[in-house]
């Protein structure tokens, strides 16, 4: 069995959630498991991959990558792909690996699937399994090339640590990413500390229902009890009650979370295709003949706003009591 190169994702000095989501799913498919991380001064983020079946981490330190750059980062991925004669190498499809494994695609002249649900092996390749045509196809995706790039959906694999106790071995690599045309000067964080929608677990989503954004803070209390990430609907960003990057679906952010509760979303088919491989779905909503219903596994006809706040309380006091 090939080795599997794993490109992790991290974030003020910590490992993102979807590293160890990819290192443990890898570690299930056979062969080595290394993880690159790009970046400068990572000592702090390898010490818990070991415990998830990772063999090797390679730091790729350069002071021009601290903050991610298109061309840098492919171009040093490029050069450990083929130093390592990687056979399988993974990432998230998030913004950055959106971003970036199309350019390692083309680097490499392979083939790339992308927001993959699924991952085995089979007759020693790899087969990725994605959605497509907005979820109304799923399909098997196989590779013809030496070299197997695919991105998986965030929350698609449960985290276990396989290895308990065990340390892989860091290789600190100094890199050259070369002449840089573009450099980004600084980063601005967003106000809140909650996951992004495409990483969140549990997301409450509202839609035009809501009737203004001032409403809005009837789901953020929600979500401030359960941790959650609030979304919206398309319909609800275009009447301007929520900003472009809470928008959920086929022109918004494709979310896969443990948990989704839509608020007055009747559920078109453009929502659908960013939130239907949702684990639970829960659809709050006075129409019962709302189309979200059949997609749901739990549905309340009623007023949001009567609803929202009665969970909000409920799930207060069981919380209390754990």
């Known amino acids: 069995m090939t080795n599997i190169l794993i490109v992790a994702e991290h974030q003020g000095g910590l490992l993102k959630k979807t590293a160890l989501e990819l290192a443990t799913k890898a570690a299930s498919l056979g ?3 290394e993880v690159a991380l790009v970046g400068n001064n990572l000592t702090k983020v390898d010490k818990e991959l070991g415990a998830y079946g990772v063999k090797k981490v390679f730091l790729l330190s350069n002071p ?6 298109t061309e840098g980062f492919a171009k040093v991925l490029t050069e450990l792909i083929q130093e390592r004669k990687s056979g399988i190498v993974l990432g998230a499809a998030s913004p950055l690996g959106l971003d970036l494994f199309p350019r390692l695609a083309a680097r490499l002249k392979v083939g790339l699937a992308t927001d993959c649900t699924e991952l085995r092996i089979d007759g020693g390749q790899l087969v990725a399994t994605r959605p497509l045509y907005a979820g109304k196809v799923i399909a098997d995706v196989i590779f013809s090339g030496t070299i ?7 929350n698609s694999f449960a985290i276990k640590e396989t290895t308990p106790g ?4 860091v290789i600190v690599k100094q890199v050259d990413p070369g002449s840089l045309r573009a450099v980004m000067k600084d980063q601005v964080k967003g106000k809140s500390e909650k996951p992004d929608l495409t990483e969140a677990e549990i997301i409450i989503s509202g839609g035009r229902a809501m009737g203004n954004a001032e409403n809005f803070k009837v789901l953020n209390e929600l979500a401030e009890v359960l941790g959650a990430t609030v979304g919206a609907s398309r319909a609800a960003v275009d ?6 990057d809470m928008q959920v679906g086929q022109t918004g952010k494709t979310v896969n979370p443990k948990l989704y509760i839509a608020c007055g979303i009747s559920g078109a088919i453009q929502h659908l295709a960013g939130m239907r491989t949702s684990k639970v779905i829960v659809a709050i909503n006075k129409d019962p003949e709302a189309p979200l219903f059949s997609k749901a596994d739990y549905g309340i006809v009623d007023d949001l706003f009567k609803v929202v706040p009665a969970l ?9 009591e754990t």
């Open 148 to 154: 197997q790039l695919a991105t998986t959906r965030p």
């Open 31 to 33: 062969g080595e498991v």
């Open 64 to 69: 021009n990558l601290e903050r991610y750059n």
């Open 166 to 169: 065990s340390k892989a071995e």
């Open 312 to 320: 909000t309380q409920e799930f207060k006091k069981v919380l209390s």
């Open 239 to 244: 009447s301007g009650y929520a900003p472009h």
